[in-house]
């Protein structure tokens, strides 16, 4: 049974503040890691994917990927109101199917 | 462009109908995948079609649910004689099918389905 471990939460942070989201996977074959927000009543909408070690940065967003300890993370710098959603991990093998978590509800405060 | 577009967004049936949902994927998506998403889940998948073979459909739960993609474009996700169980959102997504990473995936908006 492959299995995406995430935090549910609620991770609340500060206005300003980095939010850190973690992830864990069961499956060493995975090879794609995606982070999905997803709005309440709202469909997931793809912030960002990463498939070697190391850091890849977009904006105000960094993943993390660290295939030995398999896990993922998503740092959010400069955390604004409008990022508070729940933020899924999931992570897909050479089947091209993905594997999701429960997300983690994150909320930012004013 | 135009995104993935799923009808009906709701549809309400009563237990032992069949019901049929849409979905239109990404011009030039070639995979197609469905999942459902229970209130508080990430979404599950389903199924999934690479133009229009069904490549695995490991995850429909039993042989009620039946999915097609006819032309490799349009695809169908069909519930016969519904049970309650089956209520929740039924999401469709698409993606490119190769390039790294090919499953990068694009949802649709969901059908929200409720059986009485």
């Known amino acids: 049974q492959k299995e995406v471990e995430q935090n549910s939460g609620p991770l609340s942070v500060p206005e300003g503040a980095i939010a850190s989201l973690n992830c864990t996977y069961s499956?060493?074959?995975?090879?794609?890691f995606f982070w999905y927000r997803q709005y309440s009543g709202k469909s997931p909408e793809l912030i960002m994917f990463?498939?070697?070690?190391g850091d890849k940065e977009d904006g105000r967003f960094t993943a993390q990927l660290n295939k030995a300890s398999q896990y993922v993370s998503l740092l959010i710098r400069d955390s604004q109101p409008s990022d508070s959603a729940t933020y899924l991990c999931?992570?897909?093998?050479?089947?091209?199917?993905?594997?999701f978590g429960k997300g983690t509800l994150l909320t930012v405060n004013p | 462009g135009a995104g993935v577009s799923q009808s009906p967004r709701y549809k309400v049936t009563k237990r032992g109908q069949d019901v049929a949902l849409r979905c239109d994927p990404i011009?030039?998506?070639?995979?197609l995948y469905w999942y459902r998403q229970a209130l508080g889940q990430g979404p599950e998948f389903l199924t999934y079609?690479?133009?229009?073979?069904?490549?695995?459909k490991s995850g429909l739960p039993n042989d009620r649910f039946s999915a097609e993609r006819p032309e490799g474009s349009i695809s169908t996700l069909t519930i016969q004689r519904t049970e309650q169980r089956d209520s929740a959102m039924y999401r469709c997504?698409?993606?490119?099918?190769?390039?790294?990473?090919?499953?990068?995936?694009?949802f649709g908006p969901g059908t929200r389905l409720t059986v009485l």
């Open positions: 997504a698409s993606s490119l099918g190769f390039g790294l990473p090919g499953n990068t995936q694009y």
């Open positions: 499956d060493r074959g995975s090879q794609s």
């Open positions: 990463i498939y070697s070690n």
């Open positions: 999931a992570c897909g093998g050479s089947n091209y199917k993905l594997t």
């Open positions: 011009s030039g998506h070639v995979s």
């Open positions: 079609f690479n133009y229009e073979a069904q490549q695995d």
